[in-house]
């Protein structure tokens, strides 16, 4: 896909800096999606942006000549409305709760064609707990095909522990999930997945703007669309799907890890966990 020449300048209601404004329940995830969350350790959102908002963007990264860094934001303003998206919003307060905080960390990742992949890795630095304290928000300004490199992730690997030397050298695993979207897209993930960015085979350099946005204050209840009758029942049933790639004594371990990060979503966990998202590095 290449930009195309309708060209887009920041919406004047974009609120700057991001802030956690007040959430339109409408976009608040349900139980399903949130006990989804807790299994998988990450969601896809997909929403509709203004016509030329992704094409913009893919062309104001595409000419750039230096790596912003943290300063990416102020290169492309438009990155506020992707993630001020009532749908990506909403999905960040639910996980998050509502005075989620967008950190200052930020880095826009361009994967140029070459035969090259990235190492398996988790880019927190592998505190344990079972929470959902810190999450990415992996956005793509284009399709992401099969051949241009995707984000590769692994499910559910937000509850393992692994040296992250060793994980360095591990190939393919069973169950990976190549992050192949559409423009758009905004792939949310729990801060210990393990992921990487693949070889890209395609012509063109594949963007992805990877921001983090951290929790501020430990939940005291739901802050999603909770159900009260039908939530629990939705939520056991998920957990206790058997883990596709792992052994018996892993899959009965994994589902009281679920149901204990849902029980700290749902406030019923009194010890808070101090986890900080990292400013610096990747
Ligand atoms: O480029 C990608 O898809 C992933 C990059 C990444 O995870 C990183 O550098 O931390
Ligand atoms: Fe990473």
Known sequence: MTATATTVT???????PWTAKPIDRQYLLSDEQVAKFVVHGYMLVTPEHRAGVNETIDAQLSAMTRNPGNDI??????????????MVRGALASLLGHDVAMHEHRHWHNRGP????????QDST???HHQV???LGLYYPHDVTPEMGPT?????????????????TYGNIRGQVPVTVKAGTVAITHYDIWHGGSINRSSRVRHMLKFLFNRTSEPTGPAWNHDPVKGPAIASEYFGHW???????????ERGLRAECWNHLMGKTKAPVETKASSGGY
């Open 73 to 86: 934001l102020d290169e492309v303003p438009l990155l506020y409305e992707v993630y001020n998206h009532p």
């Open 10 to 16: 920041p919406s004047p209601v974009t609120p700057r």
């Open 114 to 121: 070459g035969p090259w992949s990235q190492g398996w890795h």
């Open 152 to 168: 590769v992730i692994l499910p559910g690997s937000h509850f393992r522990n692994c040296p992250t030397d060793r994980m360095a």
């Open 126 to 128: 592998n505190e344990r």
């Open 243 to 253: 883990s596709p790639n792992t052994g018996q004594s892993d899959s009965y371990k």
């Open 133 to 135: 304290r810190v999450v």
